[in-house]
């Protein structure tokens, strides 16, 4: 099954950004992106080290590049028959450009060359435009996970089918 186009913002140009595999050396790089996006539970270094450490038994990780520089990543968990989008993150600056979506459809083409038949995910209730994101490329609320996140918020559960 094919991802429905990448969502973005029209008002905004399409980033020209590139996607290639994460490594260690973007660790520095993604930490300040995370501590950025996700100021108030950002992933420890040790925990995004333990992350690209399991690859490519079963994560996948992706960074996002405009101008040779690093502006997103993001990351998969598969095994079996089900993945999960760990995290996608986006420097505020190059949020509704399509860099998102455009790591979110790989995570999907990923999910699948894995087997996965669904992809699970975890959103803040308070993210209405990543919600918008998630359900335009196929993702279903299927739970809330209460008071999930360190300041309380509650987690939207969310799955997409890949296959039957």
């Known amino acids: 099954m094919t991802p429905p186009p990448q969502a973005r913002d029209p008002g905004r140009p399409r980033a020209a950004a590139v996607l290639r595999g994460m ?10 992106i995370e501590r950025t996006c996700f100021p108030a539970d950002a992933w420890s270094e040790g925990m995004l080290r333990g992350e690209l450490s399991d690859q490519p038994r079963t994560r996948h990780y992706v960074v996002a590049l405009v101008g040779g520089e690093i502006v997103g990543y993001a990351g998969l968990a598969a095994a079996g028959d089900q993945a999960d989008v760990q995290t996608i993150a986006v420097l505020p600056e190059h949020r509704g450009t399509g860099i998102g979506g455009m790591m979110l459809a790989e995570l999907l083409a990923e999910a699948g060359r894995r ?35 360190e300041d309380g918020t509650d987690a939207i559960t969310m799955v997409r089918k890949l296959h039957d």
């Open 23 to 32: 490594t260690m050396d973007d660790l520095p790089a993604a930490l300040a």
């Open 115 to 149: 087997g996965a038949h669904s992809v699970f995910l975890e959103v803040r209730a308070d993210n209405p435009v990543a919600r918008g994101v998630y359900e335009h490329f196929g993702f279903e609320q299927i739970g809330v996970r209460r008071r999930y996140y």
